[in-house]
């Protein structure tokens, strides 16, 4: 049958084939999914044409991040059951479909098909494609796992890069109507089909007991934080330390989706009422802007916190994050460029905090299912892809019919994002080793770092 190409056992590679074609495939997937931190570019558009409220047009968004979140949960075990390439095919087909049935929704003006299409639909290709291209480069970069978890990381993180400016010419080519929205999507689909599908046509496998040239792995090194044990899946949902880094994982990424979200048309708000009210081409700008630090966080305090520790990191995130927020909050719109900077901080800390809590997760957990662990770890980012979204666009859908404007339609927002950053911050410093009652037997440990 012709799907049997996508089966694992056409996916391992020769011995000759050269690791390094796999980050290009990982990218390939990564950076066409990664589109989703560009949604806000469509948010005015669908707004104007549709009629639709600001918690409204967030909908698809909040939508595709919860079925990222679920998909990566649930279907971990299809993905290393299946493979790569199977699970990039799955992703490609998700993703690309969800824009295609989006474009329908826009042109018939049913706006629950752009739900179902981008949210639903493109959501489950969001959280296999996710997960995929990682557990796959870790497996060839064993000697490098950082660095290899961070490429793919990094491109998820800097695919609005991309995806903005191109979103904003399309519309501004195709014209901002139901048509040229729709023409949008469509246009999406297909490239990103396109892009993908190199993926899927490079993506391998290393074969069975594979290692990089004289490469041995590394003994643990004796770190109170960094265990020498392993804890299942099953029992890490059970000990107190999954459900911190639950808390903290889930309102880092709430302080940061909450602007990214709604970024374009939030600086427009914040600025409007000054004497250089910020356009929609600068908007666009500003929303490449954060995707770039997004981007460059999720590698640059990743591989700090290697050297200062996890929990000292997410202190950093979660604290100064917090008085960034307060920054903000108190300085309004006195001054453009202290806003961007505090923005692109904030969302360099909620890309560092993606890229390291798999690293924590390791570190408390061990390396035996820690990819189950993570996938169901990452519910928190469902739950925040809700959360953050609703936060800022409720607080301001309600300020407006009050007669509010400018700053003051966020305001109140930003201090709520105070609150939950100093609550994940509280429950960083409750993180503590596992129990030991908590752990696998010993044999399992000394039988992974074998099989390694």
Not at 32 to 56: C, D, M, N, R
Not at 289 to 310: E, I, K, Y
């Amino acid at each position: 049958m012709a799907l049997s190409f996508l089966d694992r056992s056409h996916t391992i590679a020769p011995a000759n084939w050269s690791r390094w074609l796999i980050p290009p495939a990982a990218l390939a997937v990564h950076l066409s999914i990664g589109q989703a931190y560009a949604w806000s570019v469509f948010k005015p558009p669908l707004e104007k044409t549709l009629g639709l409220t600001g918690t409204q047009s967030a909908l698809p968004f909040q939508l595709g991040i919860v079925m990222l979140g679920l998909s990566a949960a649930f279907g971990g075990t299809l993905v290393e059951r299946n493979g790569p390439r199977w699970a990039m095919f799955v992703s490609m087909t998700c993703f690309a479909s969800g824009f295609l049935v989006s474009a329908l929704g826009v042109a018939t003006s049913q706006y629950w098909l752009v739900v179902l299409g981008y949210g639903f639909i493109g959501g489950i290709g969001l959280g296999i494609g996710y997960i995929s291209p990682v557990s796959t480069l870790i497996k060839w970069f064993p000697d490098r796992p950082g660095m290899a978890t961070g490429i793919a990381i990094m491109g998820f993180g800097g695919g609005a890069l991309i995806a903005s400016p191109w979103s904003s010419q399309m519309l501004e080519s195709f014209g901002v109507t139901t048509g040229g929205i729709a023409a949008t999507f469509l246009v999406h689909g297909l490239v990103y089909a396109v892009f993908m599908s190199l993926g899927v046509l490079l993506v391998r496998v290393p074969a069975d007991g594979w290692r990089p040239a004289g490469w041995k792995p590394k003994e643990h090194n004796g770190n109170a934080m960094i265990t020498a044990a392993n804890v299942s899946a099953k029992n890490a949902i059970k000990t107190p330390q999954f459900w911190c880094l639950w808390v903290v994982l889930c309102f880092n990424v709430t302080a940061g989706i909450g602007i990214l979200e709604k970024a374009a048309p939030m600086i427009g708000d914040f600025f409007k009422q000054t004497g250089a009210p910020v356009g929609t081409a600068a908007a666009a700008g500003f929303v490449a802007l954060l995707s770039l630090c997004n981007m460059l966080g999720r590698f640059v305090w990743s591989s700090t916190s290697d050297l200062v520790g996890r929990k000292n990191i997410y202190r950093l995130y979660l604290g100064v994050g917090a008085l960034l927020y307060l920054v903000i909050a108190l300085a309004q719109n006195s001054s453009k460029l202290l806003f961007v900077l505090c923005a692109v901080v904030i969302l360099s800390f909620y890309g560092g905090g993606f890229a390291t809590v798999p690293a924590y997760l390791k570190d408390l957990f061990g390396t035996y299912q820690v990819g189950a662990i993570h996938g169901r770890l990452l519910t928190a980012w469902s739950t925040a892809g809700v959360l953050g979204p609703l936060i800022v666009n409720a607080v301001a859908d309600s300020q407006k019919t009050v007669g509010k404007q400018g700053p003051d339609l966020y305001i109140t927002s930003f201090y709520i994002m105070i609150g939950l950053l100093v609550i994940g911050f509280v429950a960083n410093e409750l993180v503590r080793p596992v129990n030991p009652r908590f752990h696998e037997p010993a044999q399992l440990a000394v039988s992974e770092r074998k099989a390694a």
